[in-house]
């Protein structure tokens, strides 16, 4: 798995051009899910959210998480993450899980993040989204459980 946090003042993703969800000040999160990932890579990825510190403290340093700062998450699947572009010109999307398992995938990860304090929207898994955001600092940080050690 691979997640794209994006920390933000606000951000929004229109669904099919009808629903909009909105959040505040906390995480945009771009989620990528690849053909060998299991609840195991949630777990992780769902623990090093909520604890990572990304959010100035008093001191402009980078010492508080999420939850210090009563911080929300917007989190979108993208399978886009595990495009392969080494031949030619045209993605290829091979590395990235199958529609039905990754959305099952998705939907654990969605559960597991709604577990702890934070308040958390998403997209709709496979349809046409349109992601704005206001990206603080600007801050990105990708984390893939394929550098983890075994």
């Known amino acids: 798995m691979k997640v794209v946090i994006q920390r933000v003042d606000k951000a929004s993703v229109l669904i099919d051009n ?9 995480y945009m ?3 990528g899910i690849t053909n060998d ?9 769902v623990n090093k959210i909520i604890k990572l510190r990304i959010f ?8 508080l998480n999420i ?9 979108v699947s993208q399978f886009t993450l595990y495009a392969d572009v080494k031949d030619g010109n045209r993605p290829s ?14 939907d654990k990860f969605v559960s597991k993040l ?6 958390v929207k998403t997209g709709n898994f496979g349809s046409d989204m349109k992601v704005s955001l206001i990206n603080n600092g600007p801050v990105t940080i990708i984390i893939d459980t394929k550098d983890l050690a075994n």
């Open 37 to 45: 990932d299991t609840e195991k890579e949630i777990d992780y990825l």
């Open 67 to 75: 939850n210090d700062v009563n911080g929300e998450i917007l989190l």
């Open 114 to 119: 709604k577990e702890t304090s934070i308040l």
């Open 18 to 26: 009808k629903k909009e969800e909105n959040i505040n000040k906390g």
């Open 93 to 106: 999307f091979k590395n990235s899980m199958k529609y039905d398992e990754a959305e099952k995938l998705y």
């Open 29 to 31: 999160i771009l989620l």
């Open 56 to 63: 100035e403290d008093e001191n402009n340093k980078m010492n």
